[in-house]
């Protein structure tokens, strides 16, 4: 096994736990979950399985992995951010062996390809593959602190790429996957506010892959399109003009749903809050600093 340790977040992943546990077997010494207090049979069956748990009350997903981080007894050098649904493809697994034992040691963390499985098709139209830092070495990383698309910072040392992808499969329904992306809308919705307003944290030089920032270029590009027609330009454009539409019955729902409908809640709420608030930007800032920031 490679000197690598895992670390999963957990709540109710009974369904994706033993598909997750098993592909971790397959490329780190170590597994640790951080569970949430599950009430289904996730913390049974990682035991089973040999995974060490580890439970802490929820309070975002970045307090929970910087705690992570923080309080687990991890002696590998090296750590993979794996969430529950996903399991890395057999040639990224091949290409860990192979990178790992000829590695300079000013290379403190790597980028992989993530790809989406929806409703068991891979969605090979219509959206470039998200590149995430996942693999780092722990005296050098964190997880930033935003309500939305949290990536690992590495803090000092070169960011490589990783060639070989990963997947993000998730097996639950669509009843579920609209619920949790109902929360999301709201936690996009005030990552929206809090980067329109410039509210966020600033002057970190840590780096995430010059992928993340160059997504986060085209996020504020965004976000100074007009509510509402931007999630509509931005469906028709993964679903049209990136040709989401080969991938048939499941890239429409895929894109319709995850491109347009959760864009277009997530500006619903954005609206919501600018409208009670009288349009007026300092009582915005106010409110959200009030509720989100001041905690």
């Known amino acids: 096994m490679l000197d690598i340790s895992v670390i999963i977040l957990t709540y109710n992943e009974e369904v994706h736990i033993e598909r997750c546990l098993n592909n971790a077997k397959r490329f780190a010494k170590e597994i640790f979950i951080v569970d949430s207090y599950s009430t289904d049979k996730t913390v049974d069956i990682a035991l089973s399985m040999g995974a060490k748990i580890y439970q802490h009350p929820w309070e975002n997903y970045s307090k929970q992995f910087n705690w992570g981080l923080q309080n687990l007894p991890i002696t590998t050098e090296w750590v993979w951010r794996m969430d529950a649904d996903e399991y890395l493809s057999d040639d990224l697994i091949n290409e860990l062996h192979q990178t790992l034992a000829k590695l300079p040691n000013s290379v403190n963390g790597f980028t992989a390809p993530c790809l989406r499985v929806f409703m068991g098709k891979y969605i090979k139209h219509g959206i470039i593959p998200l590149i995430l830092l996942r693999l780092?070495?722990?005296?050098?990383?964190q997880c930033e602190n935003r309500f939305m698309d949290e990536h690992i910072q590495v803090t000092e040392g070169r960011v490589?790429?990783?060639?070989?992808?990963?997947?993000?499969?998730?097996?639950?329904?669509?009843?579920?996957?609209?619920?949790?992306?109902?929360?999301?809308?709201?936690?996009?919705?005030?990552d929206l506010l809090l980067t329109e307003y410039n509210l966020l944290e600033q002057g970190t030089t840590a780096n995430s892959g010059s992928h993340s920032s160059a997504v986060r270029q085209k996020k504020m590009k965004y976000i100074k399109m007009p509510l509402f027609w931007r999630a509509s330009a931005f469906f028709f454009y993964r679903y049209i003009f990136r040709l989401g539409f080969l991938d048939g019955k499941e890239g429409f729902m895929w894109h319709f749903l995850q491109g347009w409908w959760y864009r277009t809640l997530a500006d619903?709420?954005?609206?919501?809050?600018?409208?009670?608030?009288?349009?007026?930007?300092?009582r915005i800032k106010a409110f959200i600093k009030e509720t989100y920031l001041d905690k």
């Open 268 to 282: 619903a709420k954005v609206y919501e809050i600018k409208k009670r608030f009288g349009w007026n930007d300092e």
């Open 136 to 141: 780092f070495k722990i005296k050098y990383a």
């Open 160 to 190: 490589e790429n990783l060639k070989n992808p990963f997947y993000d499969d998730n097996l639950n329904g669509l009843t579920w996957w609209t619920t949790k992306h109902n929360g999301y809308a709201t936690r996009e919705a005030i």
